[in-house]
């Protein structure tokens, strides 16, 4: 069993910064920790759930969607055994629920079908 429960969303202005936190729980996933890569999607009103970042836990390699690279940066915490994603430079077009996913031994960074547990979203509004 795996699961994920996201917080640090809110409301910012245009050009702040927020700070995501994914903690992830349960047996499989703190005994098997390192096999997994998380990844942080969004989903925009009226628009289809996009990749945004994820990042390798055994090593730490990230990937990052064109639209965020060089503002947001993911990041994990062995020992909480969370993923954060720092947001910066934050725009209106980011303004999207954002949703914690892990995937276990896969392959992709970003096909969401890919990953197997979803945490429950948490909205981030950029006001102009």
């Known amino acids: 069993q795996v699961q994920l429960v996201e917080s640090g969303g809110g409301l910012v202005q245009a050009g702040g910064s927020l700070r995501l936190s994914c903690a992830g729980a349960g047996r499989t996933f703190t005994s098997y920790t390192s096999s997994y890569t998380m990844g942080w999607f969004r989903q925009a009103p009226g628009k289809e759930r996009e990749f945004v970042a994820a990042?390798?836990?055994?090593?730490?390699?990230?990937y990052y969607a064109d639209p965020v690279k060089g503002r947001f940066t993911i990041s994990r915490d062995n020992v909480k055994k969370t993923v954060y994603l720092q947001m910066s430079s934050l725009k209106p077009e980011d303004t999207a629920v954002y949703y914690c996913a892990a995937q276990f031994l896969g392959s992709s960074w970003y096909l969401q079908d890919e990953y197997g547990y979803w945490g429950q979203g948490t909205q981030v509004t950029v006001s102009s």
């Open positions: 990042i390798r836990w055994s090593g730490g390699a990230t």
